[in-house]
């Protein structure tokens, strides 16, 4: 099976004769033209991968050939050639989408090297972009779903929630009981921080379903027990928009969407998906930061034992600033030991628990 298909533009011979063989025996299918023209003319006929073309040849330039070529096909890789070196010439051939400027003489370890980055890339790039066309399918399937079962239990915002938080648990074993918890934990906080009713009912809905953007990401990456690679971070990193896409569809949890959409920020701007920073982060947000941190720590993982409330608690103060808004830290601190524990085991009922004083 072919590597890919590469076209090798320059008007000397015995450079395109050197490049043909070369990648010939590297395993990819190469043809050769000796000018702009002639590799235009060879574009438009056969679905290459890569091109590799020298800059100053008679006629039409590789300058010219590339943007005509990227005009025609945004995916096509593009390697300039070069036995002249001209900074403006490669940052020009570069902001015009080329994937690499080589110096002549080159070495042809460089060459086999950069084209297989090359074309490397370009498949990252079309598998990302189908990636996020299928999401985009998937995100308007489960919307539809999720507006279905919106009809049929729309009188009780609370089974709506709890459905919500079903439809996720059903995915990620063990989602219910952490959204319970920290729920409970925010709440309290919430109330001490002086959040009216309307506030507490956003930051309820919001904590709650924090992580239902986790609908969203395929199954052999969310439920994967292992490290995940650099590409599956990424793709697990988008459930907080997707998250946001979901809920802002829904009336009633339009404003929670908010806390969704940023509830992985951090205080210091190093959190994603925005890298929003200090007061940027919605108030929500920044409550359930510090409640969410309470959780994980004080529960068992797989990897570890849960740690002391007042490990926990230490942790939280030695990353206020940093990770946490201070002002909201020094009110946490202000909660008695005793809060936390007795709202770690309380159930979920929604209006009891905002009444409680």
């Known amino acids: 099976m072919e590597k890919g298909i590469i076209l090798i533009v320059d008007d000397e011979e015995n450079i395109r004769d050197i490049l043909f063989e070369v990648l010939s025996n590297e395993g990819y299918e190469c043809e050769r033209a000796e000018g702009g023209e002639e590799a235009l003319s060879k574009l438009k006929r056969k679905p290459f991968q890569l091109v590799l073309s020298d800059i100053l040849m008679p006629g039409m330039s590789g300058i010219d050939l590339l943007k005509e070529a990227k005009a025609a096909d945004r995916d096509l890789s593009f390697i300039m050639v070069t036995a002249v070196h001209a900074a403006e010439t490669a940052i020009e051939a570069m902001r015009l989408g080329a994937d690499n400027y080589l110096i002549k003489p080159f070495n042809l370890d460089e060459v086999i090297l950069s ?197 926990a608690r230490a942790e939280i103060i030695r990353a206020s600033g940093v990770q946490f808004d201070p002002n909201i830290v020094r009110v946490f601190m202000s909660i008695p030991k005793e809060q936390w524990l007795k709202a770690r085991e309380r159930p979920l009922h929604y209006e009891e628990e905002r009444e409680v004083a």
Do not use: C, W
């Not at 089974?159 to 309290?188: C, F, K, M, P, Q």
């Open 115 to 311: 084209v297989d980055k090359a074309l490397h890339r370009r498949r990252l790039i079309i598998e990302n972009r189908e990636y996020q066309f299928h999401l985009e399918r998937k995100v308007e399937e489960r919307t539809r779903e999720l507006h279905e079962a919106l009809k049929k239990i729309r009188a009780s915002y609370r089974a709506t929630l709890e459905a919500l938080g079903s439809a996720l648990d059903t995915r990620d074993i063990g989602t219910h009981a952490h959204s319970r918890r920290v729920t409970h934990y925010a709440l309290l906080l919430g109330r001490t921080l002086g959040m009216n009713d309307q506030e507490l009912e956003t930051l309820e809905r919001g904590v709650y379903l924090h992580d239902i953007g986790k609908i969203g990401i395929p199954d052999d990456i969310l439920l994967r027990p292992g490290k995940l690679t650099k590409q599956e971070m990424e793709i697990m990193m988008t459930h907080a928009e997707l998250g946001k896409r979901l809920l802002s569809k829904i009336d009633f949890l339009n404003e929670a969407s908010e806390i969704v959409y940023s509830h992985q920020e951090r205080y210091d701007g190093t959190g994603y998906p925005r890298g929003l920073k200090g007061e940027e982060i919605p108030f929500g947000a920044r409550v359930f930061a510090i409640v969410d941190a309470l959780d994980a720590m004080t529960s068992d993982r797989p990897y570890r034992r849960a740690l002391p409330f007042e490990a």
